[in-house]
């Protein structure tokens, strides 16, 4: 660890060098402007200028690459908060047309990015994403509501044998992608730059590793209603083979995992300790229901137990992602005073 004198400048300023090995790095230089993150536990962090204007570019050499990872690579340097991306092939040949393909794969699957220019040699996307649109708290409750909407529709079509409110559930996991890998792009970018942290609502970059994990534990949970579609969808009529009891109280289970997955949503970006405990103690309850419900089915063949069962297992996992919500939020909350902590 490098260490520094602080110096005393005037009667009120302190200041003190900067490593040469980090200004060369950054091209930092004198008359330059860097900005300054006062973080948690006293820290400190300095930041050149070309990190706070974030208009970087990419280029991604598609030539030794396949087209799967061509479009991984462009979806990575979204994240990485990337500008601009170029994918190119090496000097002398052309763009294979997978290569094309996966271009434009990843651009219908990525908010806000767009193909700007075209040569046979080259492709350039720009990302016209502005952070300064978004709240990464409404982000997390719009993951949230569309997870929750693909579930309630999963769960009708089997209610109902309708398999275009299946359908439409599939669909709809297009939208819960493109919203999580936006979060995504958007944390990163706030960890690098309270600029945009402060943009997107956050008054510092403490929570951000915890949004990123209820961010995951969302998506986790839209797959989960994805499962569920496929299963209305394969199922003989598009319906489960139970009878309408049973149905009801698997109704009655989905409304309980809803109202758990919103109130452990709320408790992380409210930081409510409160609402965290909540949300955690109603896990069990839904947890015995399901099992309930297993155990009082009538005797029926395997496959449409299976059917049964895994609708089942997937509320129950989506119902436990919500209790790592609710630690997430507990562990932001107790962050801060409160009528239950103090801090010294």
């Known amino acids: 660890m490098d260490t520094r004198k602080v110096q005393q400048l005037g009667p009120s300023t302190l200041a003190m060098t900067l490593p040469a090995e980090w200004t060369t790095e ?11 993150r006062v973080g948690e536990n006293g820290t400190l962090t300095v930041l050149p200028e070309s990190v706070q204007s974030g208009d970087t570019e990419a280029t991604i050499h598609a030539s030794g690459l396949d087209a799967d990872a061509v479009e991984r690579a462009i979806v990575a340097q979204y ?21 094309i393909n996966a271009v434009y794969n990843a651009e219908t ?10 040569t046979p040699e080259r492709i350039t996307v720009r990302c016209s994403v502005d952070p300064g649109d978004f709240s990464l708290h409404n982000l997390l409750e719009r993951l949230e509501s569309t997870g929750s909407t693909m579930r309630n529709e999963a769960i009708r079509a089997l209610d109902h044998g309708n398999p275009d409110l299946a359908q439409r559930a599939l669909n709809r996991e297009r939208q819960a992608n493109k919203i999580f890998v936006l979060l995504l792009r958007l944390i990163f970018t706030a960890h690098q730059n309270p600029n945009v942290a402060r943009g997107i609502g956050l008054e510092d970059a403490f929570p951000l590793i915890g949004y990123r994990s209820v961010a995951k534990n969302l998506e986790l949970a839209a797959d989960n209603a994805e499962d569920i579609a496929e299963i209305a969808l394969e199922a003989e009529g598009h319906r489960l083979d139970v009878d309408t009891g049973t149905m009801e109280r698997i109704r009655d289970m ?4 809803d109202e758990m997955s919103a109130q452990a949503v709320r408790a992380a970006v409210e930081r409510d300790y409160t609402a965290a405990n909540e949300a955690r103690s109603q896990f069990r309850e839904i947890d015995e229901q399901g099992a309930a419900i297993l155990d009082g089915l009538e005797e029926m063949p395997n496959e449409k137990v299976l ?18 919500n609710a630690e997430i939020a507990t562990n932001l909350a107790l962050n801060e005073e409160s009528e239950h902590i103090t801090l010294r």
Do not use: N
Not at 110 to 117: A, K, Y
């Open 254 to 257: 989905v409304e309980k995992v």
């Open 79 to 99: 994240v990485l908060g990337r500008q601009v991306i170029h994918v190119e092939a090496d000097e002398g040949e052309t763009l294979e047309s997978a290569h």
């Open 109 to 118: 699957q990525l908010m806000g990015l767009g193909v700007i220019e075209e």
């Open 307 to 324: 059917a049964v069962r895994e609708v089942l297992v997937g509320l129950q996992d989506t119902a436990q992602y919500s209790v790592r």
């Open 26 to 36: 950054t091209d930092v230089e004198k008359g330059d402007e860097v900005s300054i």
